[in-house]
């Protein structure tokens, strides 16, 4: 390879749960420029409120035109492209998605809904039922889903209409480089369950059980390996760029804001994160003090993720907001009432209760944890002169966000082993200023702040771009 040009660029994608995003990262490190957009793609389940399923065509769609508008005038100088996005959830697609020259042509005959993380059909009974290993495994991961859709779902596999699956990531990265079979990451292919990371494998288990697809499942190759290049016929993206396995976005969003084995990294949007990375030689002594929200993920460069990735984050408070609206709905107030034009007006009137006192408390776990499915949110401390406060609802709320957090992962804990800075980032506590004075007050031992780049809540793009770099040019030296 030739040595890396002052003026070479790298691309980072983001498919989120709710929004696209990517950036162009600058040799320097820089983000030279970086848009995101809303996906606006969830879709109704078949199976009601426990299913959480969105279009990919539609995600897609909306990453194409933001590329193409950040790309344009810069297509000759990108030099790597590095794919990110949400972790657990799987999606299924058939022959025909390889010749595809367009993500805005992509055919909704050979593709399923994205069943995304925060799918429930997998209930604690049924999770007991499914083949045990030695590692955890929730509702909304990917095996877990493809078990109850060869239970419930019998034709959804032999009708021989899918030939594929894997992450929207493993597939967009496979509709790219036009693969007749998607390539997966180790730190993907953590969150589907069933993993074998010393093999880095799908786990023999899969492969005894008779009613589990196991031939769709996507191969298996560490971050950091280039699967391809972008397919000539994508004339108006970067063709003939490599393309590298897609990556976890946890594992990018920390990327792109740790600097230190002594910081962790705080992570509020749609769900919630708190990571560290810890050294391989470490594992033991870790595995040993960590609380059993704590779960490891594969990182980068043959380290360990130690992270919570909790299910209630910025998801719970879209939810009120919806909730409200639904009340309203139901009541018969015709309203023009939108989460848009709602969730200023909540914050503004929690505002206004900072500085006041209330006995109103609330526990709003709305969505179960990985580790313990079956917790449950709570109400404390209702009186005559909260109950009728919206305001100190949604300041309970805020606040109730991080006591959580704090109670699955204390101060204490991450002071003995040897964290003394915090990094927070994302959308939620950078639009909510009751979320950030709660993280000052119940983390004060460590030194707080705030990701300049996760204000944009790009953060995970940037990891992604910023480790493709950090690949190439360690080929180059």
Known sequence: MSEAAQDDLWLGLDLGTTSAKAVLLG????????????????????IGDRGYEQSPIQVLKVLNKLVLSLVKENKMKITGIGVTGQMHGVMFWGKGSEDISSLDHVDNSVTSNL??????????????????????????????TMFWLARNRPGFFKDGQYTCCGSIVDYLVAVLCGLDHPVTSDQLAASFGYFD?????????????????VHLLPTIVRSGEKVGQVNSSFQDWPTDVPVYVGMGDVQCAMYAALS????????????????FVIPEIDMPRVKQECPESIAFF???????????????GGNVIQHLVESLIKWFQDLGIHSDLSATTLLPRLQQLADLEINRD???????ILFGERHDPGMCGHIKGITSTNVGNIGAVFKAVSEGLVDHLHAMVPTKFLTNMGIHSLIISGSVPVNNIIVRERLNQLYSELE????????DAVGSAVGAAK???????KCYS
């Open 27 to 46: 040799s320097n490190g820089v983000v030279l420029a970086s848009q995101s957009c809303p996906t606006c793609s969830e879709v109704a389940s078949d």
């Open 115 to 144: 069943f995304t993380w925060q799918d429930q059909r997998c209930t604690g009974q049924i999770l007991e039922t499914l083949p045990k290993i030695d590692q955890s495994l929730s509702t909304g991961f990917g095996c877990a």
């Open 197 to 213: 990371e010393t093999l880095c494998h799908w786990s023999s288990i899969l492969q005894e059980d008779k009613e589990f697809p």
């Open 260 to 275: 230190s084995p002594q910081h962790a990294v705080v992570n509020i949007s749609t769900s919630i994160q708190l990571g």
């Open 298 to 312: 594969p990182y980068f460069f043959g380290q360990k993720l130690a992270l919570f990735a909790g299910l209630n």
């Open 358 to 364: 209330t006995s109103l408390s609330i526990s709003p």
């Open 448 to 455: 707080l702040t705030m990701d300049c780049e996760g204000q």
């Open 467 to 473: 480790f493709v770099r950090d690949c190439q040019l």
